[in-house]
């Protein structure tokens, strides 16, 4: 059995089990209309969930509520179960260098440490020079000033 997100045109969204990803998803339930798998949604009956990765994690006081002892608590847990998680999936942890800088020229691609900075920087500042131009516009114009004169 496996577990997918459903849409109808109307926008109702439910989940269906399906016997296999061949099957048709079953009528709206709200409308029935026809439905189409909500992409990248499918989930086996039984996976663990993830949870919350790092960056989804509360950052800020009010965040965590204040310092909530029970919302510490239970973030603390989350992100222990996601800890031990990423040392057995190393991918899910994704780039964990520190991120040194991310504001303008870095701000599509932050720079972090032990990146080569020199090719980085080169990278982020220069753009594809603009076709070099002829000088033909240059010589009509000063034509046309002397022909003003
Ligand atoms: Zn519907």
Redesign the pocket.
């Known amino acids: 059995m496996i577990l997918y997100d459903v849409?109808?045109?109307?926008?109702?969204r439910f989940e269906a089990a399906l016997q296999s990803m061949f099957d048709d998803t079953p009528p709206?339930?709200?409308?029935?209309?026809a439905?189409g798998r909500v992409p990248a949604a499918v989930r086996l009956s039984g996976t663990a969930d993830p949870g919350p990765s790092r960056e989804q994690m509360p950052n800020t006081w009010h965040g965590i509520r204040r310092g909530d002892p029970e919302t510490v608590r239970g973030w603390h847990g989350l992100m222990s179960k996601r800890e031990k998680l990423e040392e057995k999936y190393p991918e899910l942890a994704g780039d964990r260098r520190p991120v040194l800088a991310h504001e303008g020229v870095f701000a599509n691609a932050p720079l972090r440490a032990g990146d080569p900075l020199a090719s980085q920087v080169a990278e982020a500042t220069f753009k594809p020079a603009a076709p070099p131009r002829n000088g033909a516009g240059q010589s009509k114009q000063t034509d046309r000033k002397e022909a003003d004169k």
């Open positions: 849409k109808c045109a109307d926008g109702h709206c339930r709200e409308c029935g209309a439905t």
